[in-house]
């Protein structure tokens, strides 16, 4: 029997230890960078983000939102808190927010939720030295799938740029996935949230990354998308994460001088 192309643990030898470096990397970036933590952007008790700083004066700076994979079903913000590195030495404020998980919401609640975390971002980060008009957003796998919605057409404040880093843009296929009897997603959800059945707004120019190593999949799917965006009068191109996979890719997001790291600083330094 072939391997389920979207079983990532299938196709990364490593995954555990993969998992267990970020993890550390994100207590230590709790422990290292001027944050604050659980900041409540609804009522929900997974409706809570954190804001990390860069050094010095916070006035007018840029702002990114990172949003965390794992096929809405695994992870939580505080296993992402390394993003942060390479936000900050951008000279960035970074959001890395949570949201519920699936099966106990459905994927409209949770693409609710990374709305109105982006809303908390833009009627509240003033006050803590960012600029809302120089927002940009990136998200990993389920997160990339997500962080389309902050830019889909009839978004009032999308952001100024996104780089989408092994995401999921048809989620048909998921239906006939090892993830069918974990999360059951409905032909309805299929059809309102796949983000290549949908428009989005000319003003973000997006950046779609692919691990060399990903599964055909993963690279098809980015690849469609971009030209769905391109069609759509959007900025869009597709870059390769040499030697990477789907695991490894998100590892060095968190680190400034890989390539991944340095693409997503060069867009934030952009914003």
């Known amino acids: 029997m072939s391997k389920d192309p979207f079983r990532t643990r299938d196709h990364v030898a490593d995954f555990d230890d993969i998992v ?3 993890v550390a990397r994100s207590t230590a970036t709790r422990a290292s960078l001027p944050m604050l933590a659980d900041i409540a952007y609804g ?5 809570r983000l954190d804001l990390f700083f860069p050094e010095g004066p ?25 993003i942060a590195e390479t936000a900050t030495s951008a000279g960035a404020i970074a959001v890395v927010i949570d949201y519920a998980l699936m099966p106990a919401v459905r994927m409209a609640a949770i693409v609710d939720q990374v709305r109105r975390a982006r809303q908390w971002v833009l009627d509240n980060i003033a006050s803590h030295g960012g600029d809302a008009g120089r927002l940009s957003v990136s998200g990993h796998s389920a997160g990339a799938h997500l962080a389309t919605f902050l830019f889909d057409e009839g978004s009032a404040h999308p952001p100024s740029a996104a780089l989408l880093l092994g ?3 048809d989620l048909k296929p998921l239906q006939q996935s ?5 999360i059951g997603l409905t032909d309805t959800e299929v059809g309102a949230y796949s983000p ?3 428009s989005h707004s000319s003003r973000t120019k997006v950046t779609l990354l692919v691990g060399e190593r990903e599964t055909e999949p993963f690279h098809l799917q980015a690849k469609l998308f971009a030209d769905r965006l391109t069609e759509q009068r959007l900025t869009a191109s597709i870059g390769i994460v040499e030697g990477r996979n789907h695991m ?15 693409w997503l600083y060069d867009l934030i330094r952009a914003a």
Not at 43 to 47: R, W
Request: proline content about 5%.
């Open 20 to 22: 267990a470096d970020i």
């Open 43 to 47: 009522p929900h008790e997974a409706e």
């Open 58 to 82: 916070r006035r007018d700076l840029p702002v990114h939102i990172f949003i965390h994979g794992g096929y809405w079903r695994m992870f939580a913000k505080s296993d992402y808190s390394y």
């Open 167 to 169: 995401g999921l843009y």
């Open 178 to 182: 090892f993830l069918e009897p974990l």
């Open 196 to 198: 290549m059945s949908k």
């Open 248 to 262: 490894d890719s998100v590892r060095d997001l968190g680190v400034r001088h890989t390539k991944a790291g340095t």
